[in-house]
């Protein structure tokens, strides 16, 4: 009896990644990084991933703070920080996320303020989604490498 | 079982130019229960792999199997030769990209095509690293500055929008420069806007790649590369006398004229590698005859070299 466990935790991540692909908030760019990983880099998907939050929060904290400034006027800062979130999220695979900052830099294209904060909540709401999404994925990942390492005695 | 006895055996590709040396690791391999086809030059190594563009051959003994047929599980290979030495076949491509998680997936994509990638995040950069310094302000502490002479570039591959020089202000030094005009440049943007395609292969970019950029689209690369490999082997061979192969037959156990690859093979299989050891080359014993022969530790990159073959990192 070897490795129920991780047959189980298999199942779990792939109706968790099918979920995430029907949903749209994945794409086939995410399995084009999975594709990447191997025996010489392991964790690259877990890496690139993990640049992509450090990268997207400073952002989106840099969006906010700009919008809650009532002086606010920069929306070509705005579109140049949606530019680098659009690019970074289609590089990873990020759908949705990729799909919400293209409608918010509409928004910010017409000096639209109102359209933007409201672009910025979704975009805010999206990448929460997906950050849940991908720690979970990462985790049941974690869990399946631990079974794998489990060997019963014959 | 799963797995057919005739998959059980590894396939390696022995090159070496001396034809006493190419019974010798014949038979060695097939005493350690490998498949053996044996070449005498790298360009027929490259050949029998099936990267044929772009290499002139007038070999009419030229192998030629599609490369679906051939699985190659190992390459061994004897490092002076005349022409083409070992550590040239490696393409060395300097990519350029504001975003880090660009720059992190560009970097794995060249890996996966067996080139040495050098990454940098500007075009400032990347001007220091091929050694275009001159009227060109730099204030990093961290700016890279190799000599021109050491570093070899066989592809520059940079993203169009970014801050500062964008791709194509690069790509417009790069061909001004007379000593960099001739490398392949490749241009990558999100966005797919045909005027700027057009401005960039006008400029004399090769080719226009819309991000997210694939395994694929790599693949395209490699014959404009080759050109470039090709094109400085021959500058060397008119600069020096043409290195002769060593004069004394190497002794199979200590193979130190020998480079080899090892390619990580599924664990189960691991007790075949006990045969075959990583040596490093050791370059001082070598005969050099150009300063731009890469060592196997090029700080430059961190990835394992590896050849770019279907069907071996596949997982299960």
């Known amino acids: 009896m070897l490795g129920l466990g991780v047959d189980r935790l298999q199942a779990d991540i792939n109706r968790l990644l099918t979920s995430l692909f029907h949903q749209g908030v994945l794409d086939e760019q995410f399995l084009q990084l999975q594709q990447l990983q ?73 000096n639209n303020r109102p359209g933007c904060l409201r672009g910025l909540e979704v975009v805010e709401h999206e990448y929460n989604y997906l950050k849940n999404m991908m720690h979970e994925l990462f985790q049941l990942e974690q869990q399946r490498l631990l079974a794998a390492g489990v060997r019963y005695p014959m | 079982m799963g797995m057919a006895a005739a998959e059980w055996k590894f396939h390696v590709l022995a090159v070496d130019d001396s034809l006493v040396d190419r019974k010798l690791i014949e038979r060695l391999l097939q005493k350690s229960s490998c498949q053996v086809t044996t070449v005498d030059s790298g360009y027929k190594a490259l050949e029998f792999l099936g990267l044929r563009q772009g290499i002139e051959s007038n070999d009419p003994t030229a192998l030629s199997p599609s490369p679906q047929e051939v699985e190659v599980n190992l390459i061994i290979t004897d490092y002076c030769m005349p022409g083409m030495t070992a550590a040239e076949w490696k393409f060395h491509v300097l990519a350029v990209d504001d975003s880090l998680v660009d720059r992190k997936l560009i970097e794995r994509l060249l890996q996966k095509s067996s080139c040495q990638v050098t990454t940098v995040d500007s075009g400032y950069k990347a001007l220091e690293f091929l050694g275009l310094r001159q009227g060109i302000e730099s204030n990093d502490p961290t700016a890279l500055s190799p000599s021109p002479q050491e570093v070899e570039v066989n592809l520059i591959i940079t993203d169009y929008c970014m801050p500062g020089m964008t791709g194509y202000d690069l790509l417009k030094k790069l061909k001004e420069s007379a000593a960099f005009k001739s490398i392949p440049v490749v241009i990558m943007s999100s966005e797919n806007v045909p005027a700027r395609i057009s401005r960039c292969l006008e400029e004399g970019a090769e080719e226009f790649f819309l991000k997210p950029v694939r395994l694929a689209d790599l693949n395209n690369l490699k014959p404009h590369m080759m050109k470039t490999k090709l094109k400085n082997q021959k500058l060397e061979e008119i600069e020096k006398p043409s290195n002769g192969t060593a004069a004394v037959e190497p002794e199979i156990k200590n193979p130190t004229e020998m480079e080899i690859k090892i390619l990580p093979l599924p664990s189960e299989l691991e007790p075949k590698q006990v045969h075959l050891q990583e040596v490093q080359v050791q370059q001082e014993e070598l005969a050099l005859s150009n300063n731009k022969r890469k060592t196997m530790e090029d700080g430059l990159s961190t990835a394992r070299p590896r050849p770019r073959l279907e069907g071996i990192a596949t997982a299960v």
Request: proline residues 1%; aromatic residues 10%.
């Open chain 1, 38 to 110: 191997d025996e010489t880099s392991p964790t690259f998907v877990y890496d690139v991933i993990n640049i992509y939050f450090d990268e997207s929060e400073k952002l989106l904290r840099s969006l906010r703070l700009l919008l809650m400034d009532r002086e606010f006027s920069d929306y070509k800062k705005i579109g140049l920080h949606l530019n680098q979130l659009v690019g970074s999220s289609s590089s990873i695979g990020a759908r949705r996320v990729r799909n919400v900052c293209v409608a918010f830099r509409s928004a910010s294209e017409l």
